[in-house]
């Protein structure tokens, strides 16, 4: 015969609810209020990376003033030969792009801010790739674009394509630049 169990008591009963309550508090306050919020009280959303989740505003919609632009070039790159090509593109201005090679590059994908001294650039991207493709905001207005270099004995031709919020280009080439005005898009679409 078995003996019936007994009942949890009072006691024990208000200890795990205690213990439940507790924990939803902490979970609350070090990784809820962070990710949904922005609120970070004890700085845990910073230290486990939580305070990204959470944004104001719409993300997937901004407005632009100036017009769509579209462009495509190509390079043919000696070996060791480079190229660098830029887009002036104003704070918060878009670009996609998609560049393709026949060989190994290697590239850099920087900006060179208004204002700033000569030399000075940030790079945001680099290594050593036969493509690349994705979409850029400028964090500032400038001269923003990629630098590369065939490293091989063989050479190498490299298509750019991009679409976005830029108002000219600029090919730097062995000591020399070229401005080009890339085509707006509604230029493209009209008969």
């Known amino acids: 015969m078995t003996k019936p169990s007994a009942s949890p008591s009072v006691k024990s009963i208000v200890l795990a609810t205690s213990g439940a309550l507790l924990v939803a508090l902490i979970i609350l306050i070090t990784v809820v209020l962070p990710a949904e ?17 959470s ?4 993300v997937a919609l901004t407005s632009e003033d100036a017009a769509f632009q579209v462009d495509a070039v190509t390079f043919e790159l ?22 393709r ?7 850099d994908l920087h900006a060179e801010p208004d ?5 000075y650039a940030e790079s945001f991207a680099a290594g050593k790739a036969e493509a690349g493709r ?21 050479p190498v031709t490299l298509t750019l ?12 080439r062995a000591g020399w630049e070229t401005a080009r005005q890339p085509e707006e898009a509604a230029s493209r679409m009209s008969p």
């Open 101 to 107: 090679a026949s060989g190994e590059l290697v590239y």
């Open 55 to 58: 944004r104001e505003g719409p």
């Open 78 to 99: 000696a070996s060791f030969e480079s190229v660098e090509y830029k887009y002036r593109l104003e704070q918060g201005a878009s670009l996609l792009f998609d560049w």
């Open 115 to 119: 204002g700033a001294d000569a030399g």
């Open 134 to 154: 994705g979409s850029y905001v400028a964090q500032f207005p400038g001269i923003h674009g990629w630098f590369w270099e065939n490293p091989g004995p063989q």
């Open 161 to 172: 394509t991009t679409a976005g919020f830029y108002s000219g280009a600029t090919e730097f």
């Open 37 to 53: 919020y922005q609120l970070d009280p004890l700085g845990t959303g910073k230290v486990l990376g939580l305070m990204s989740l």
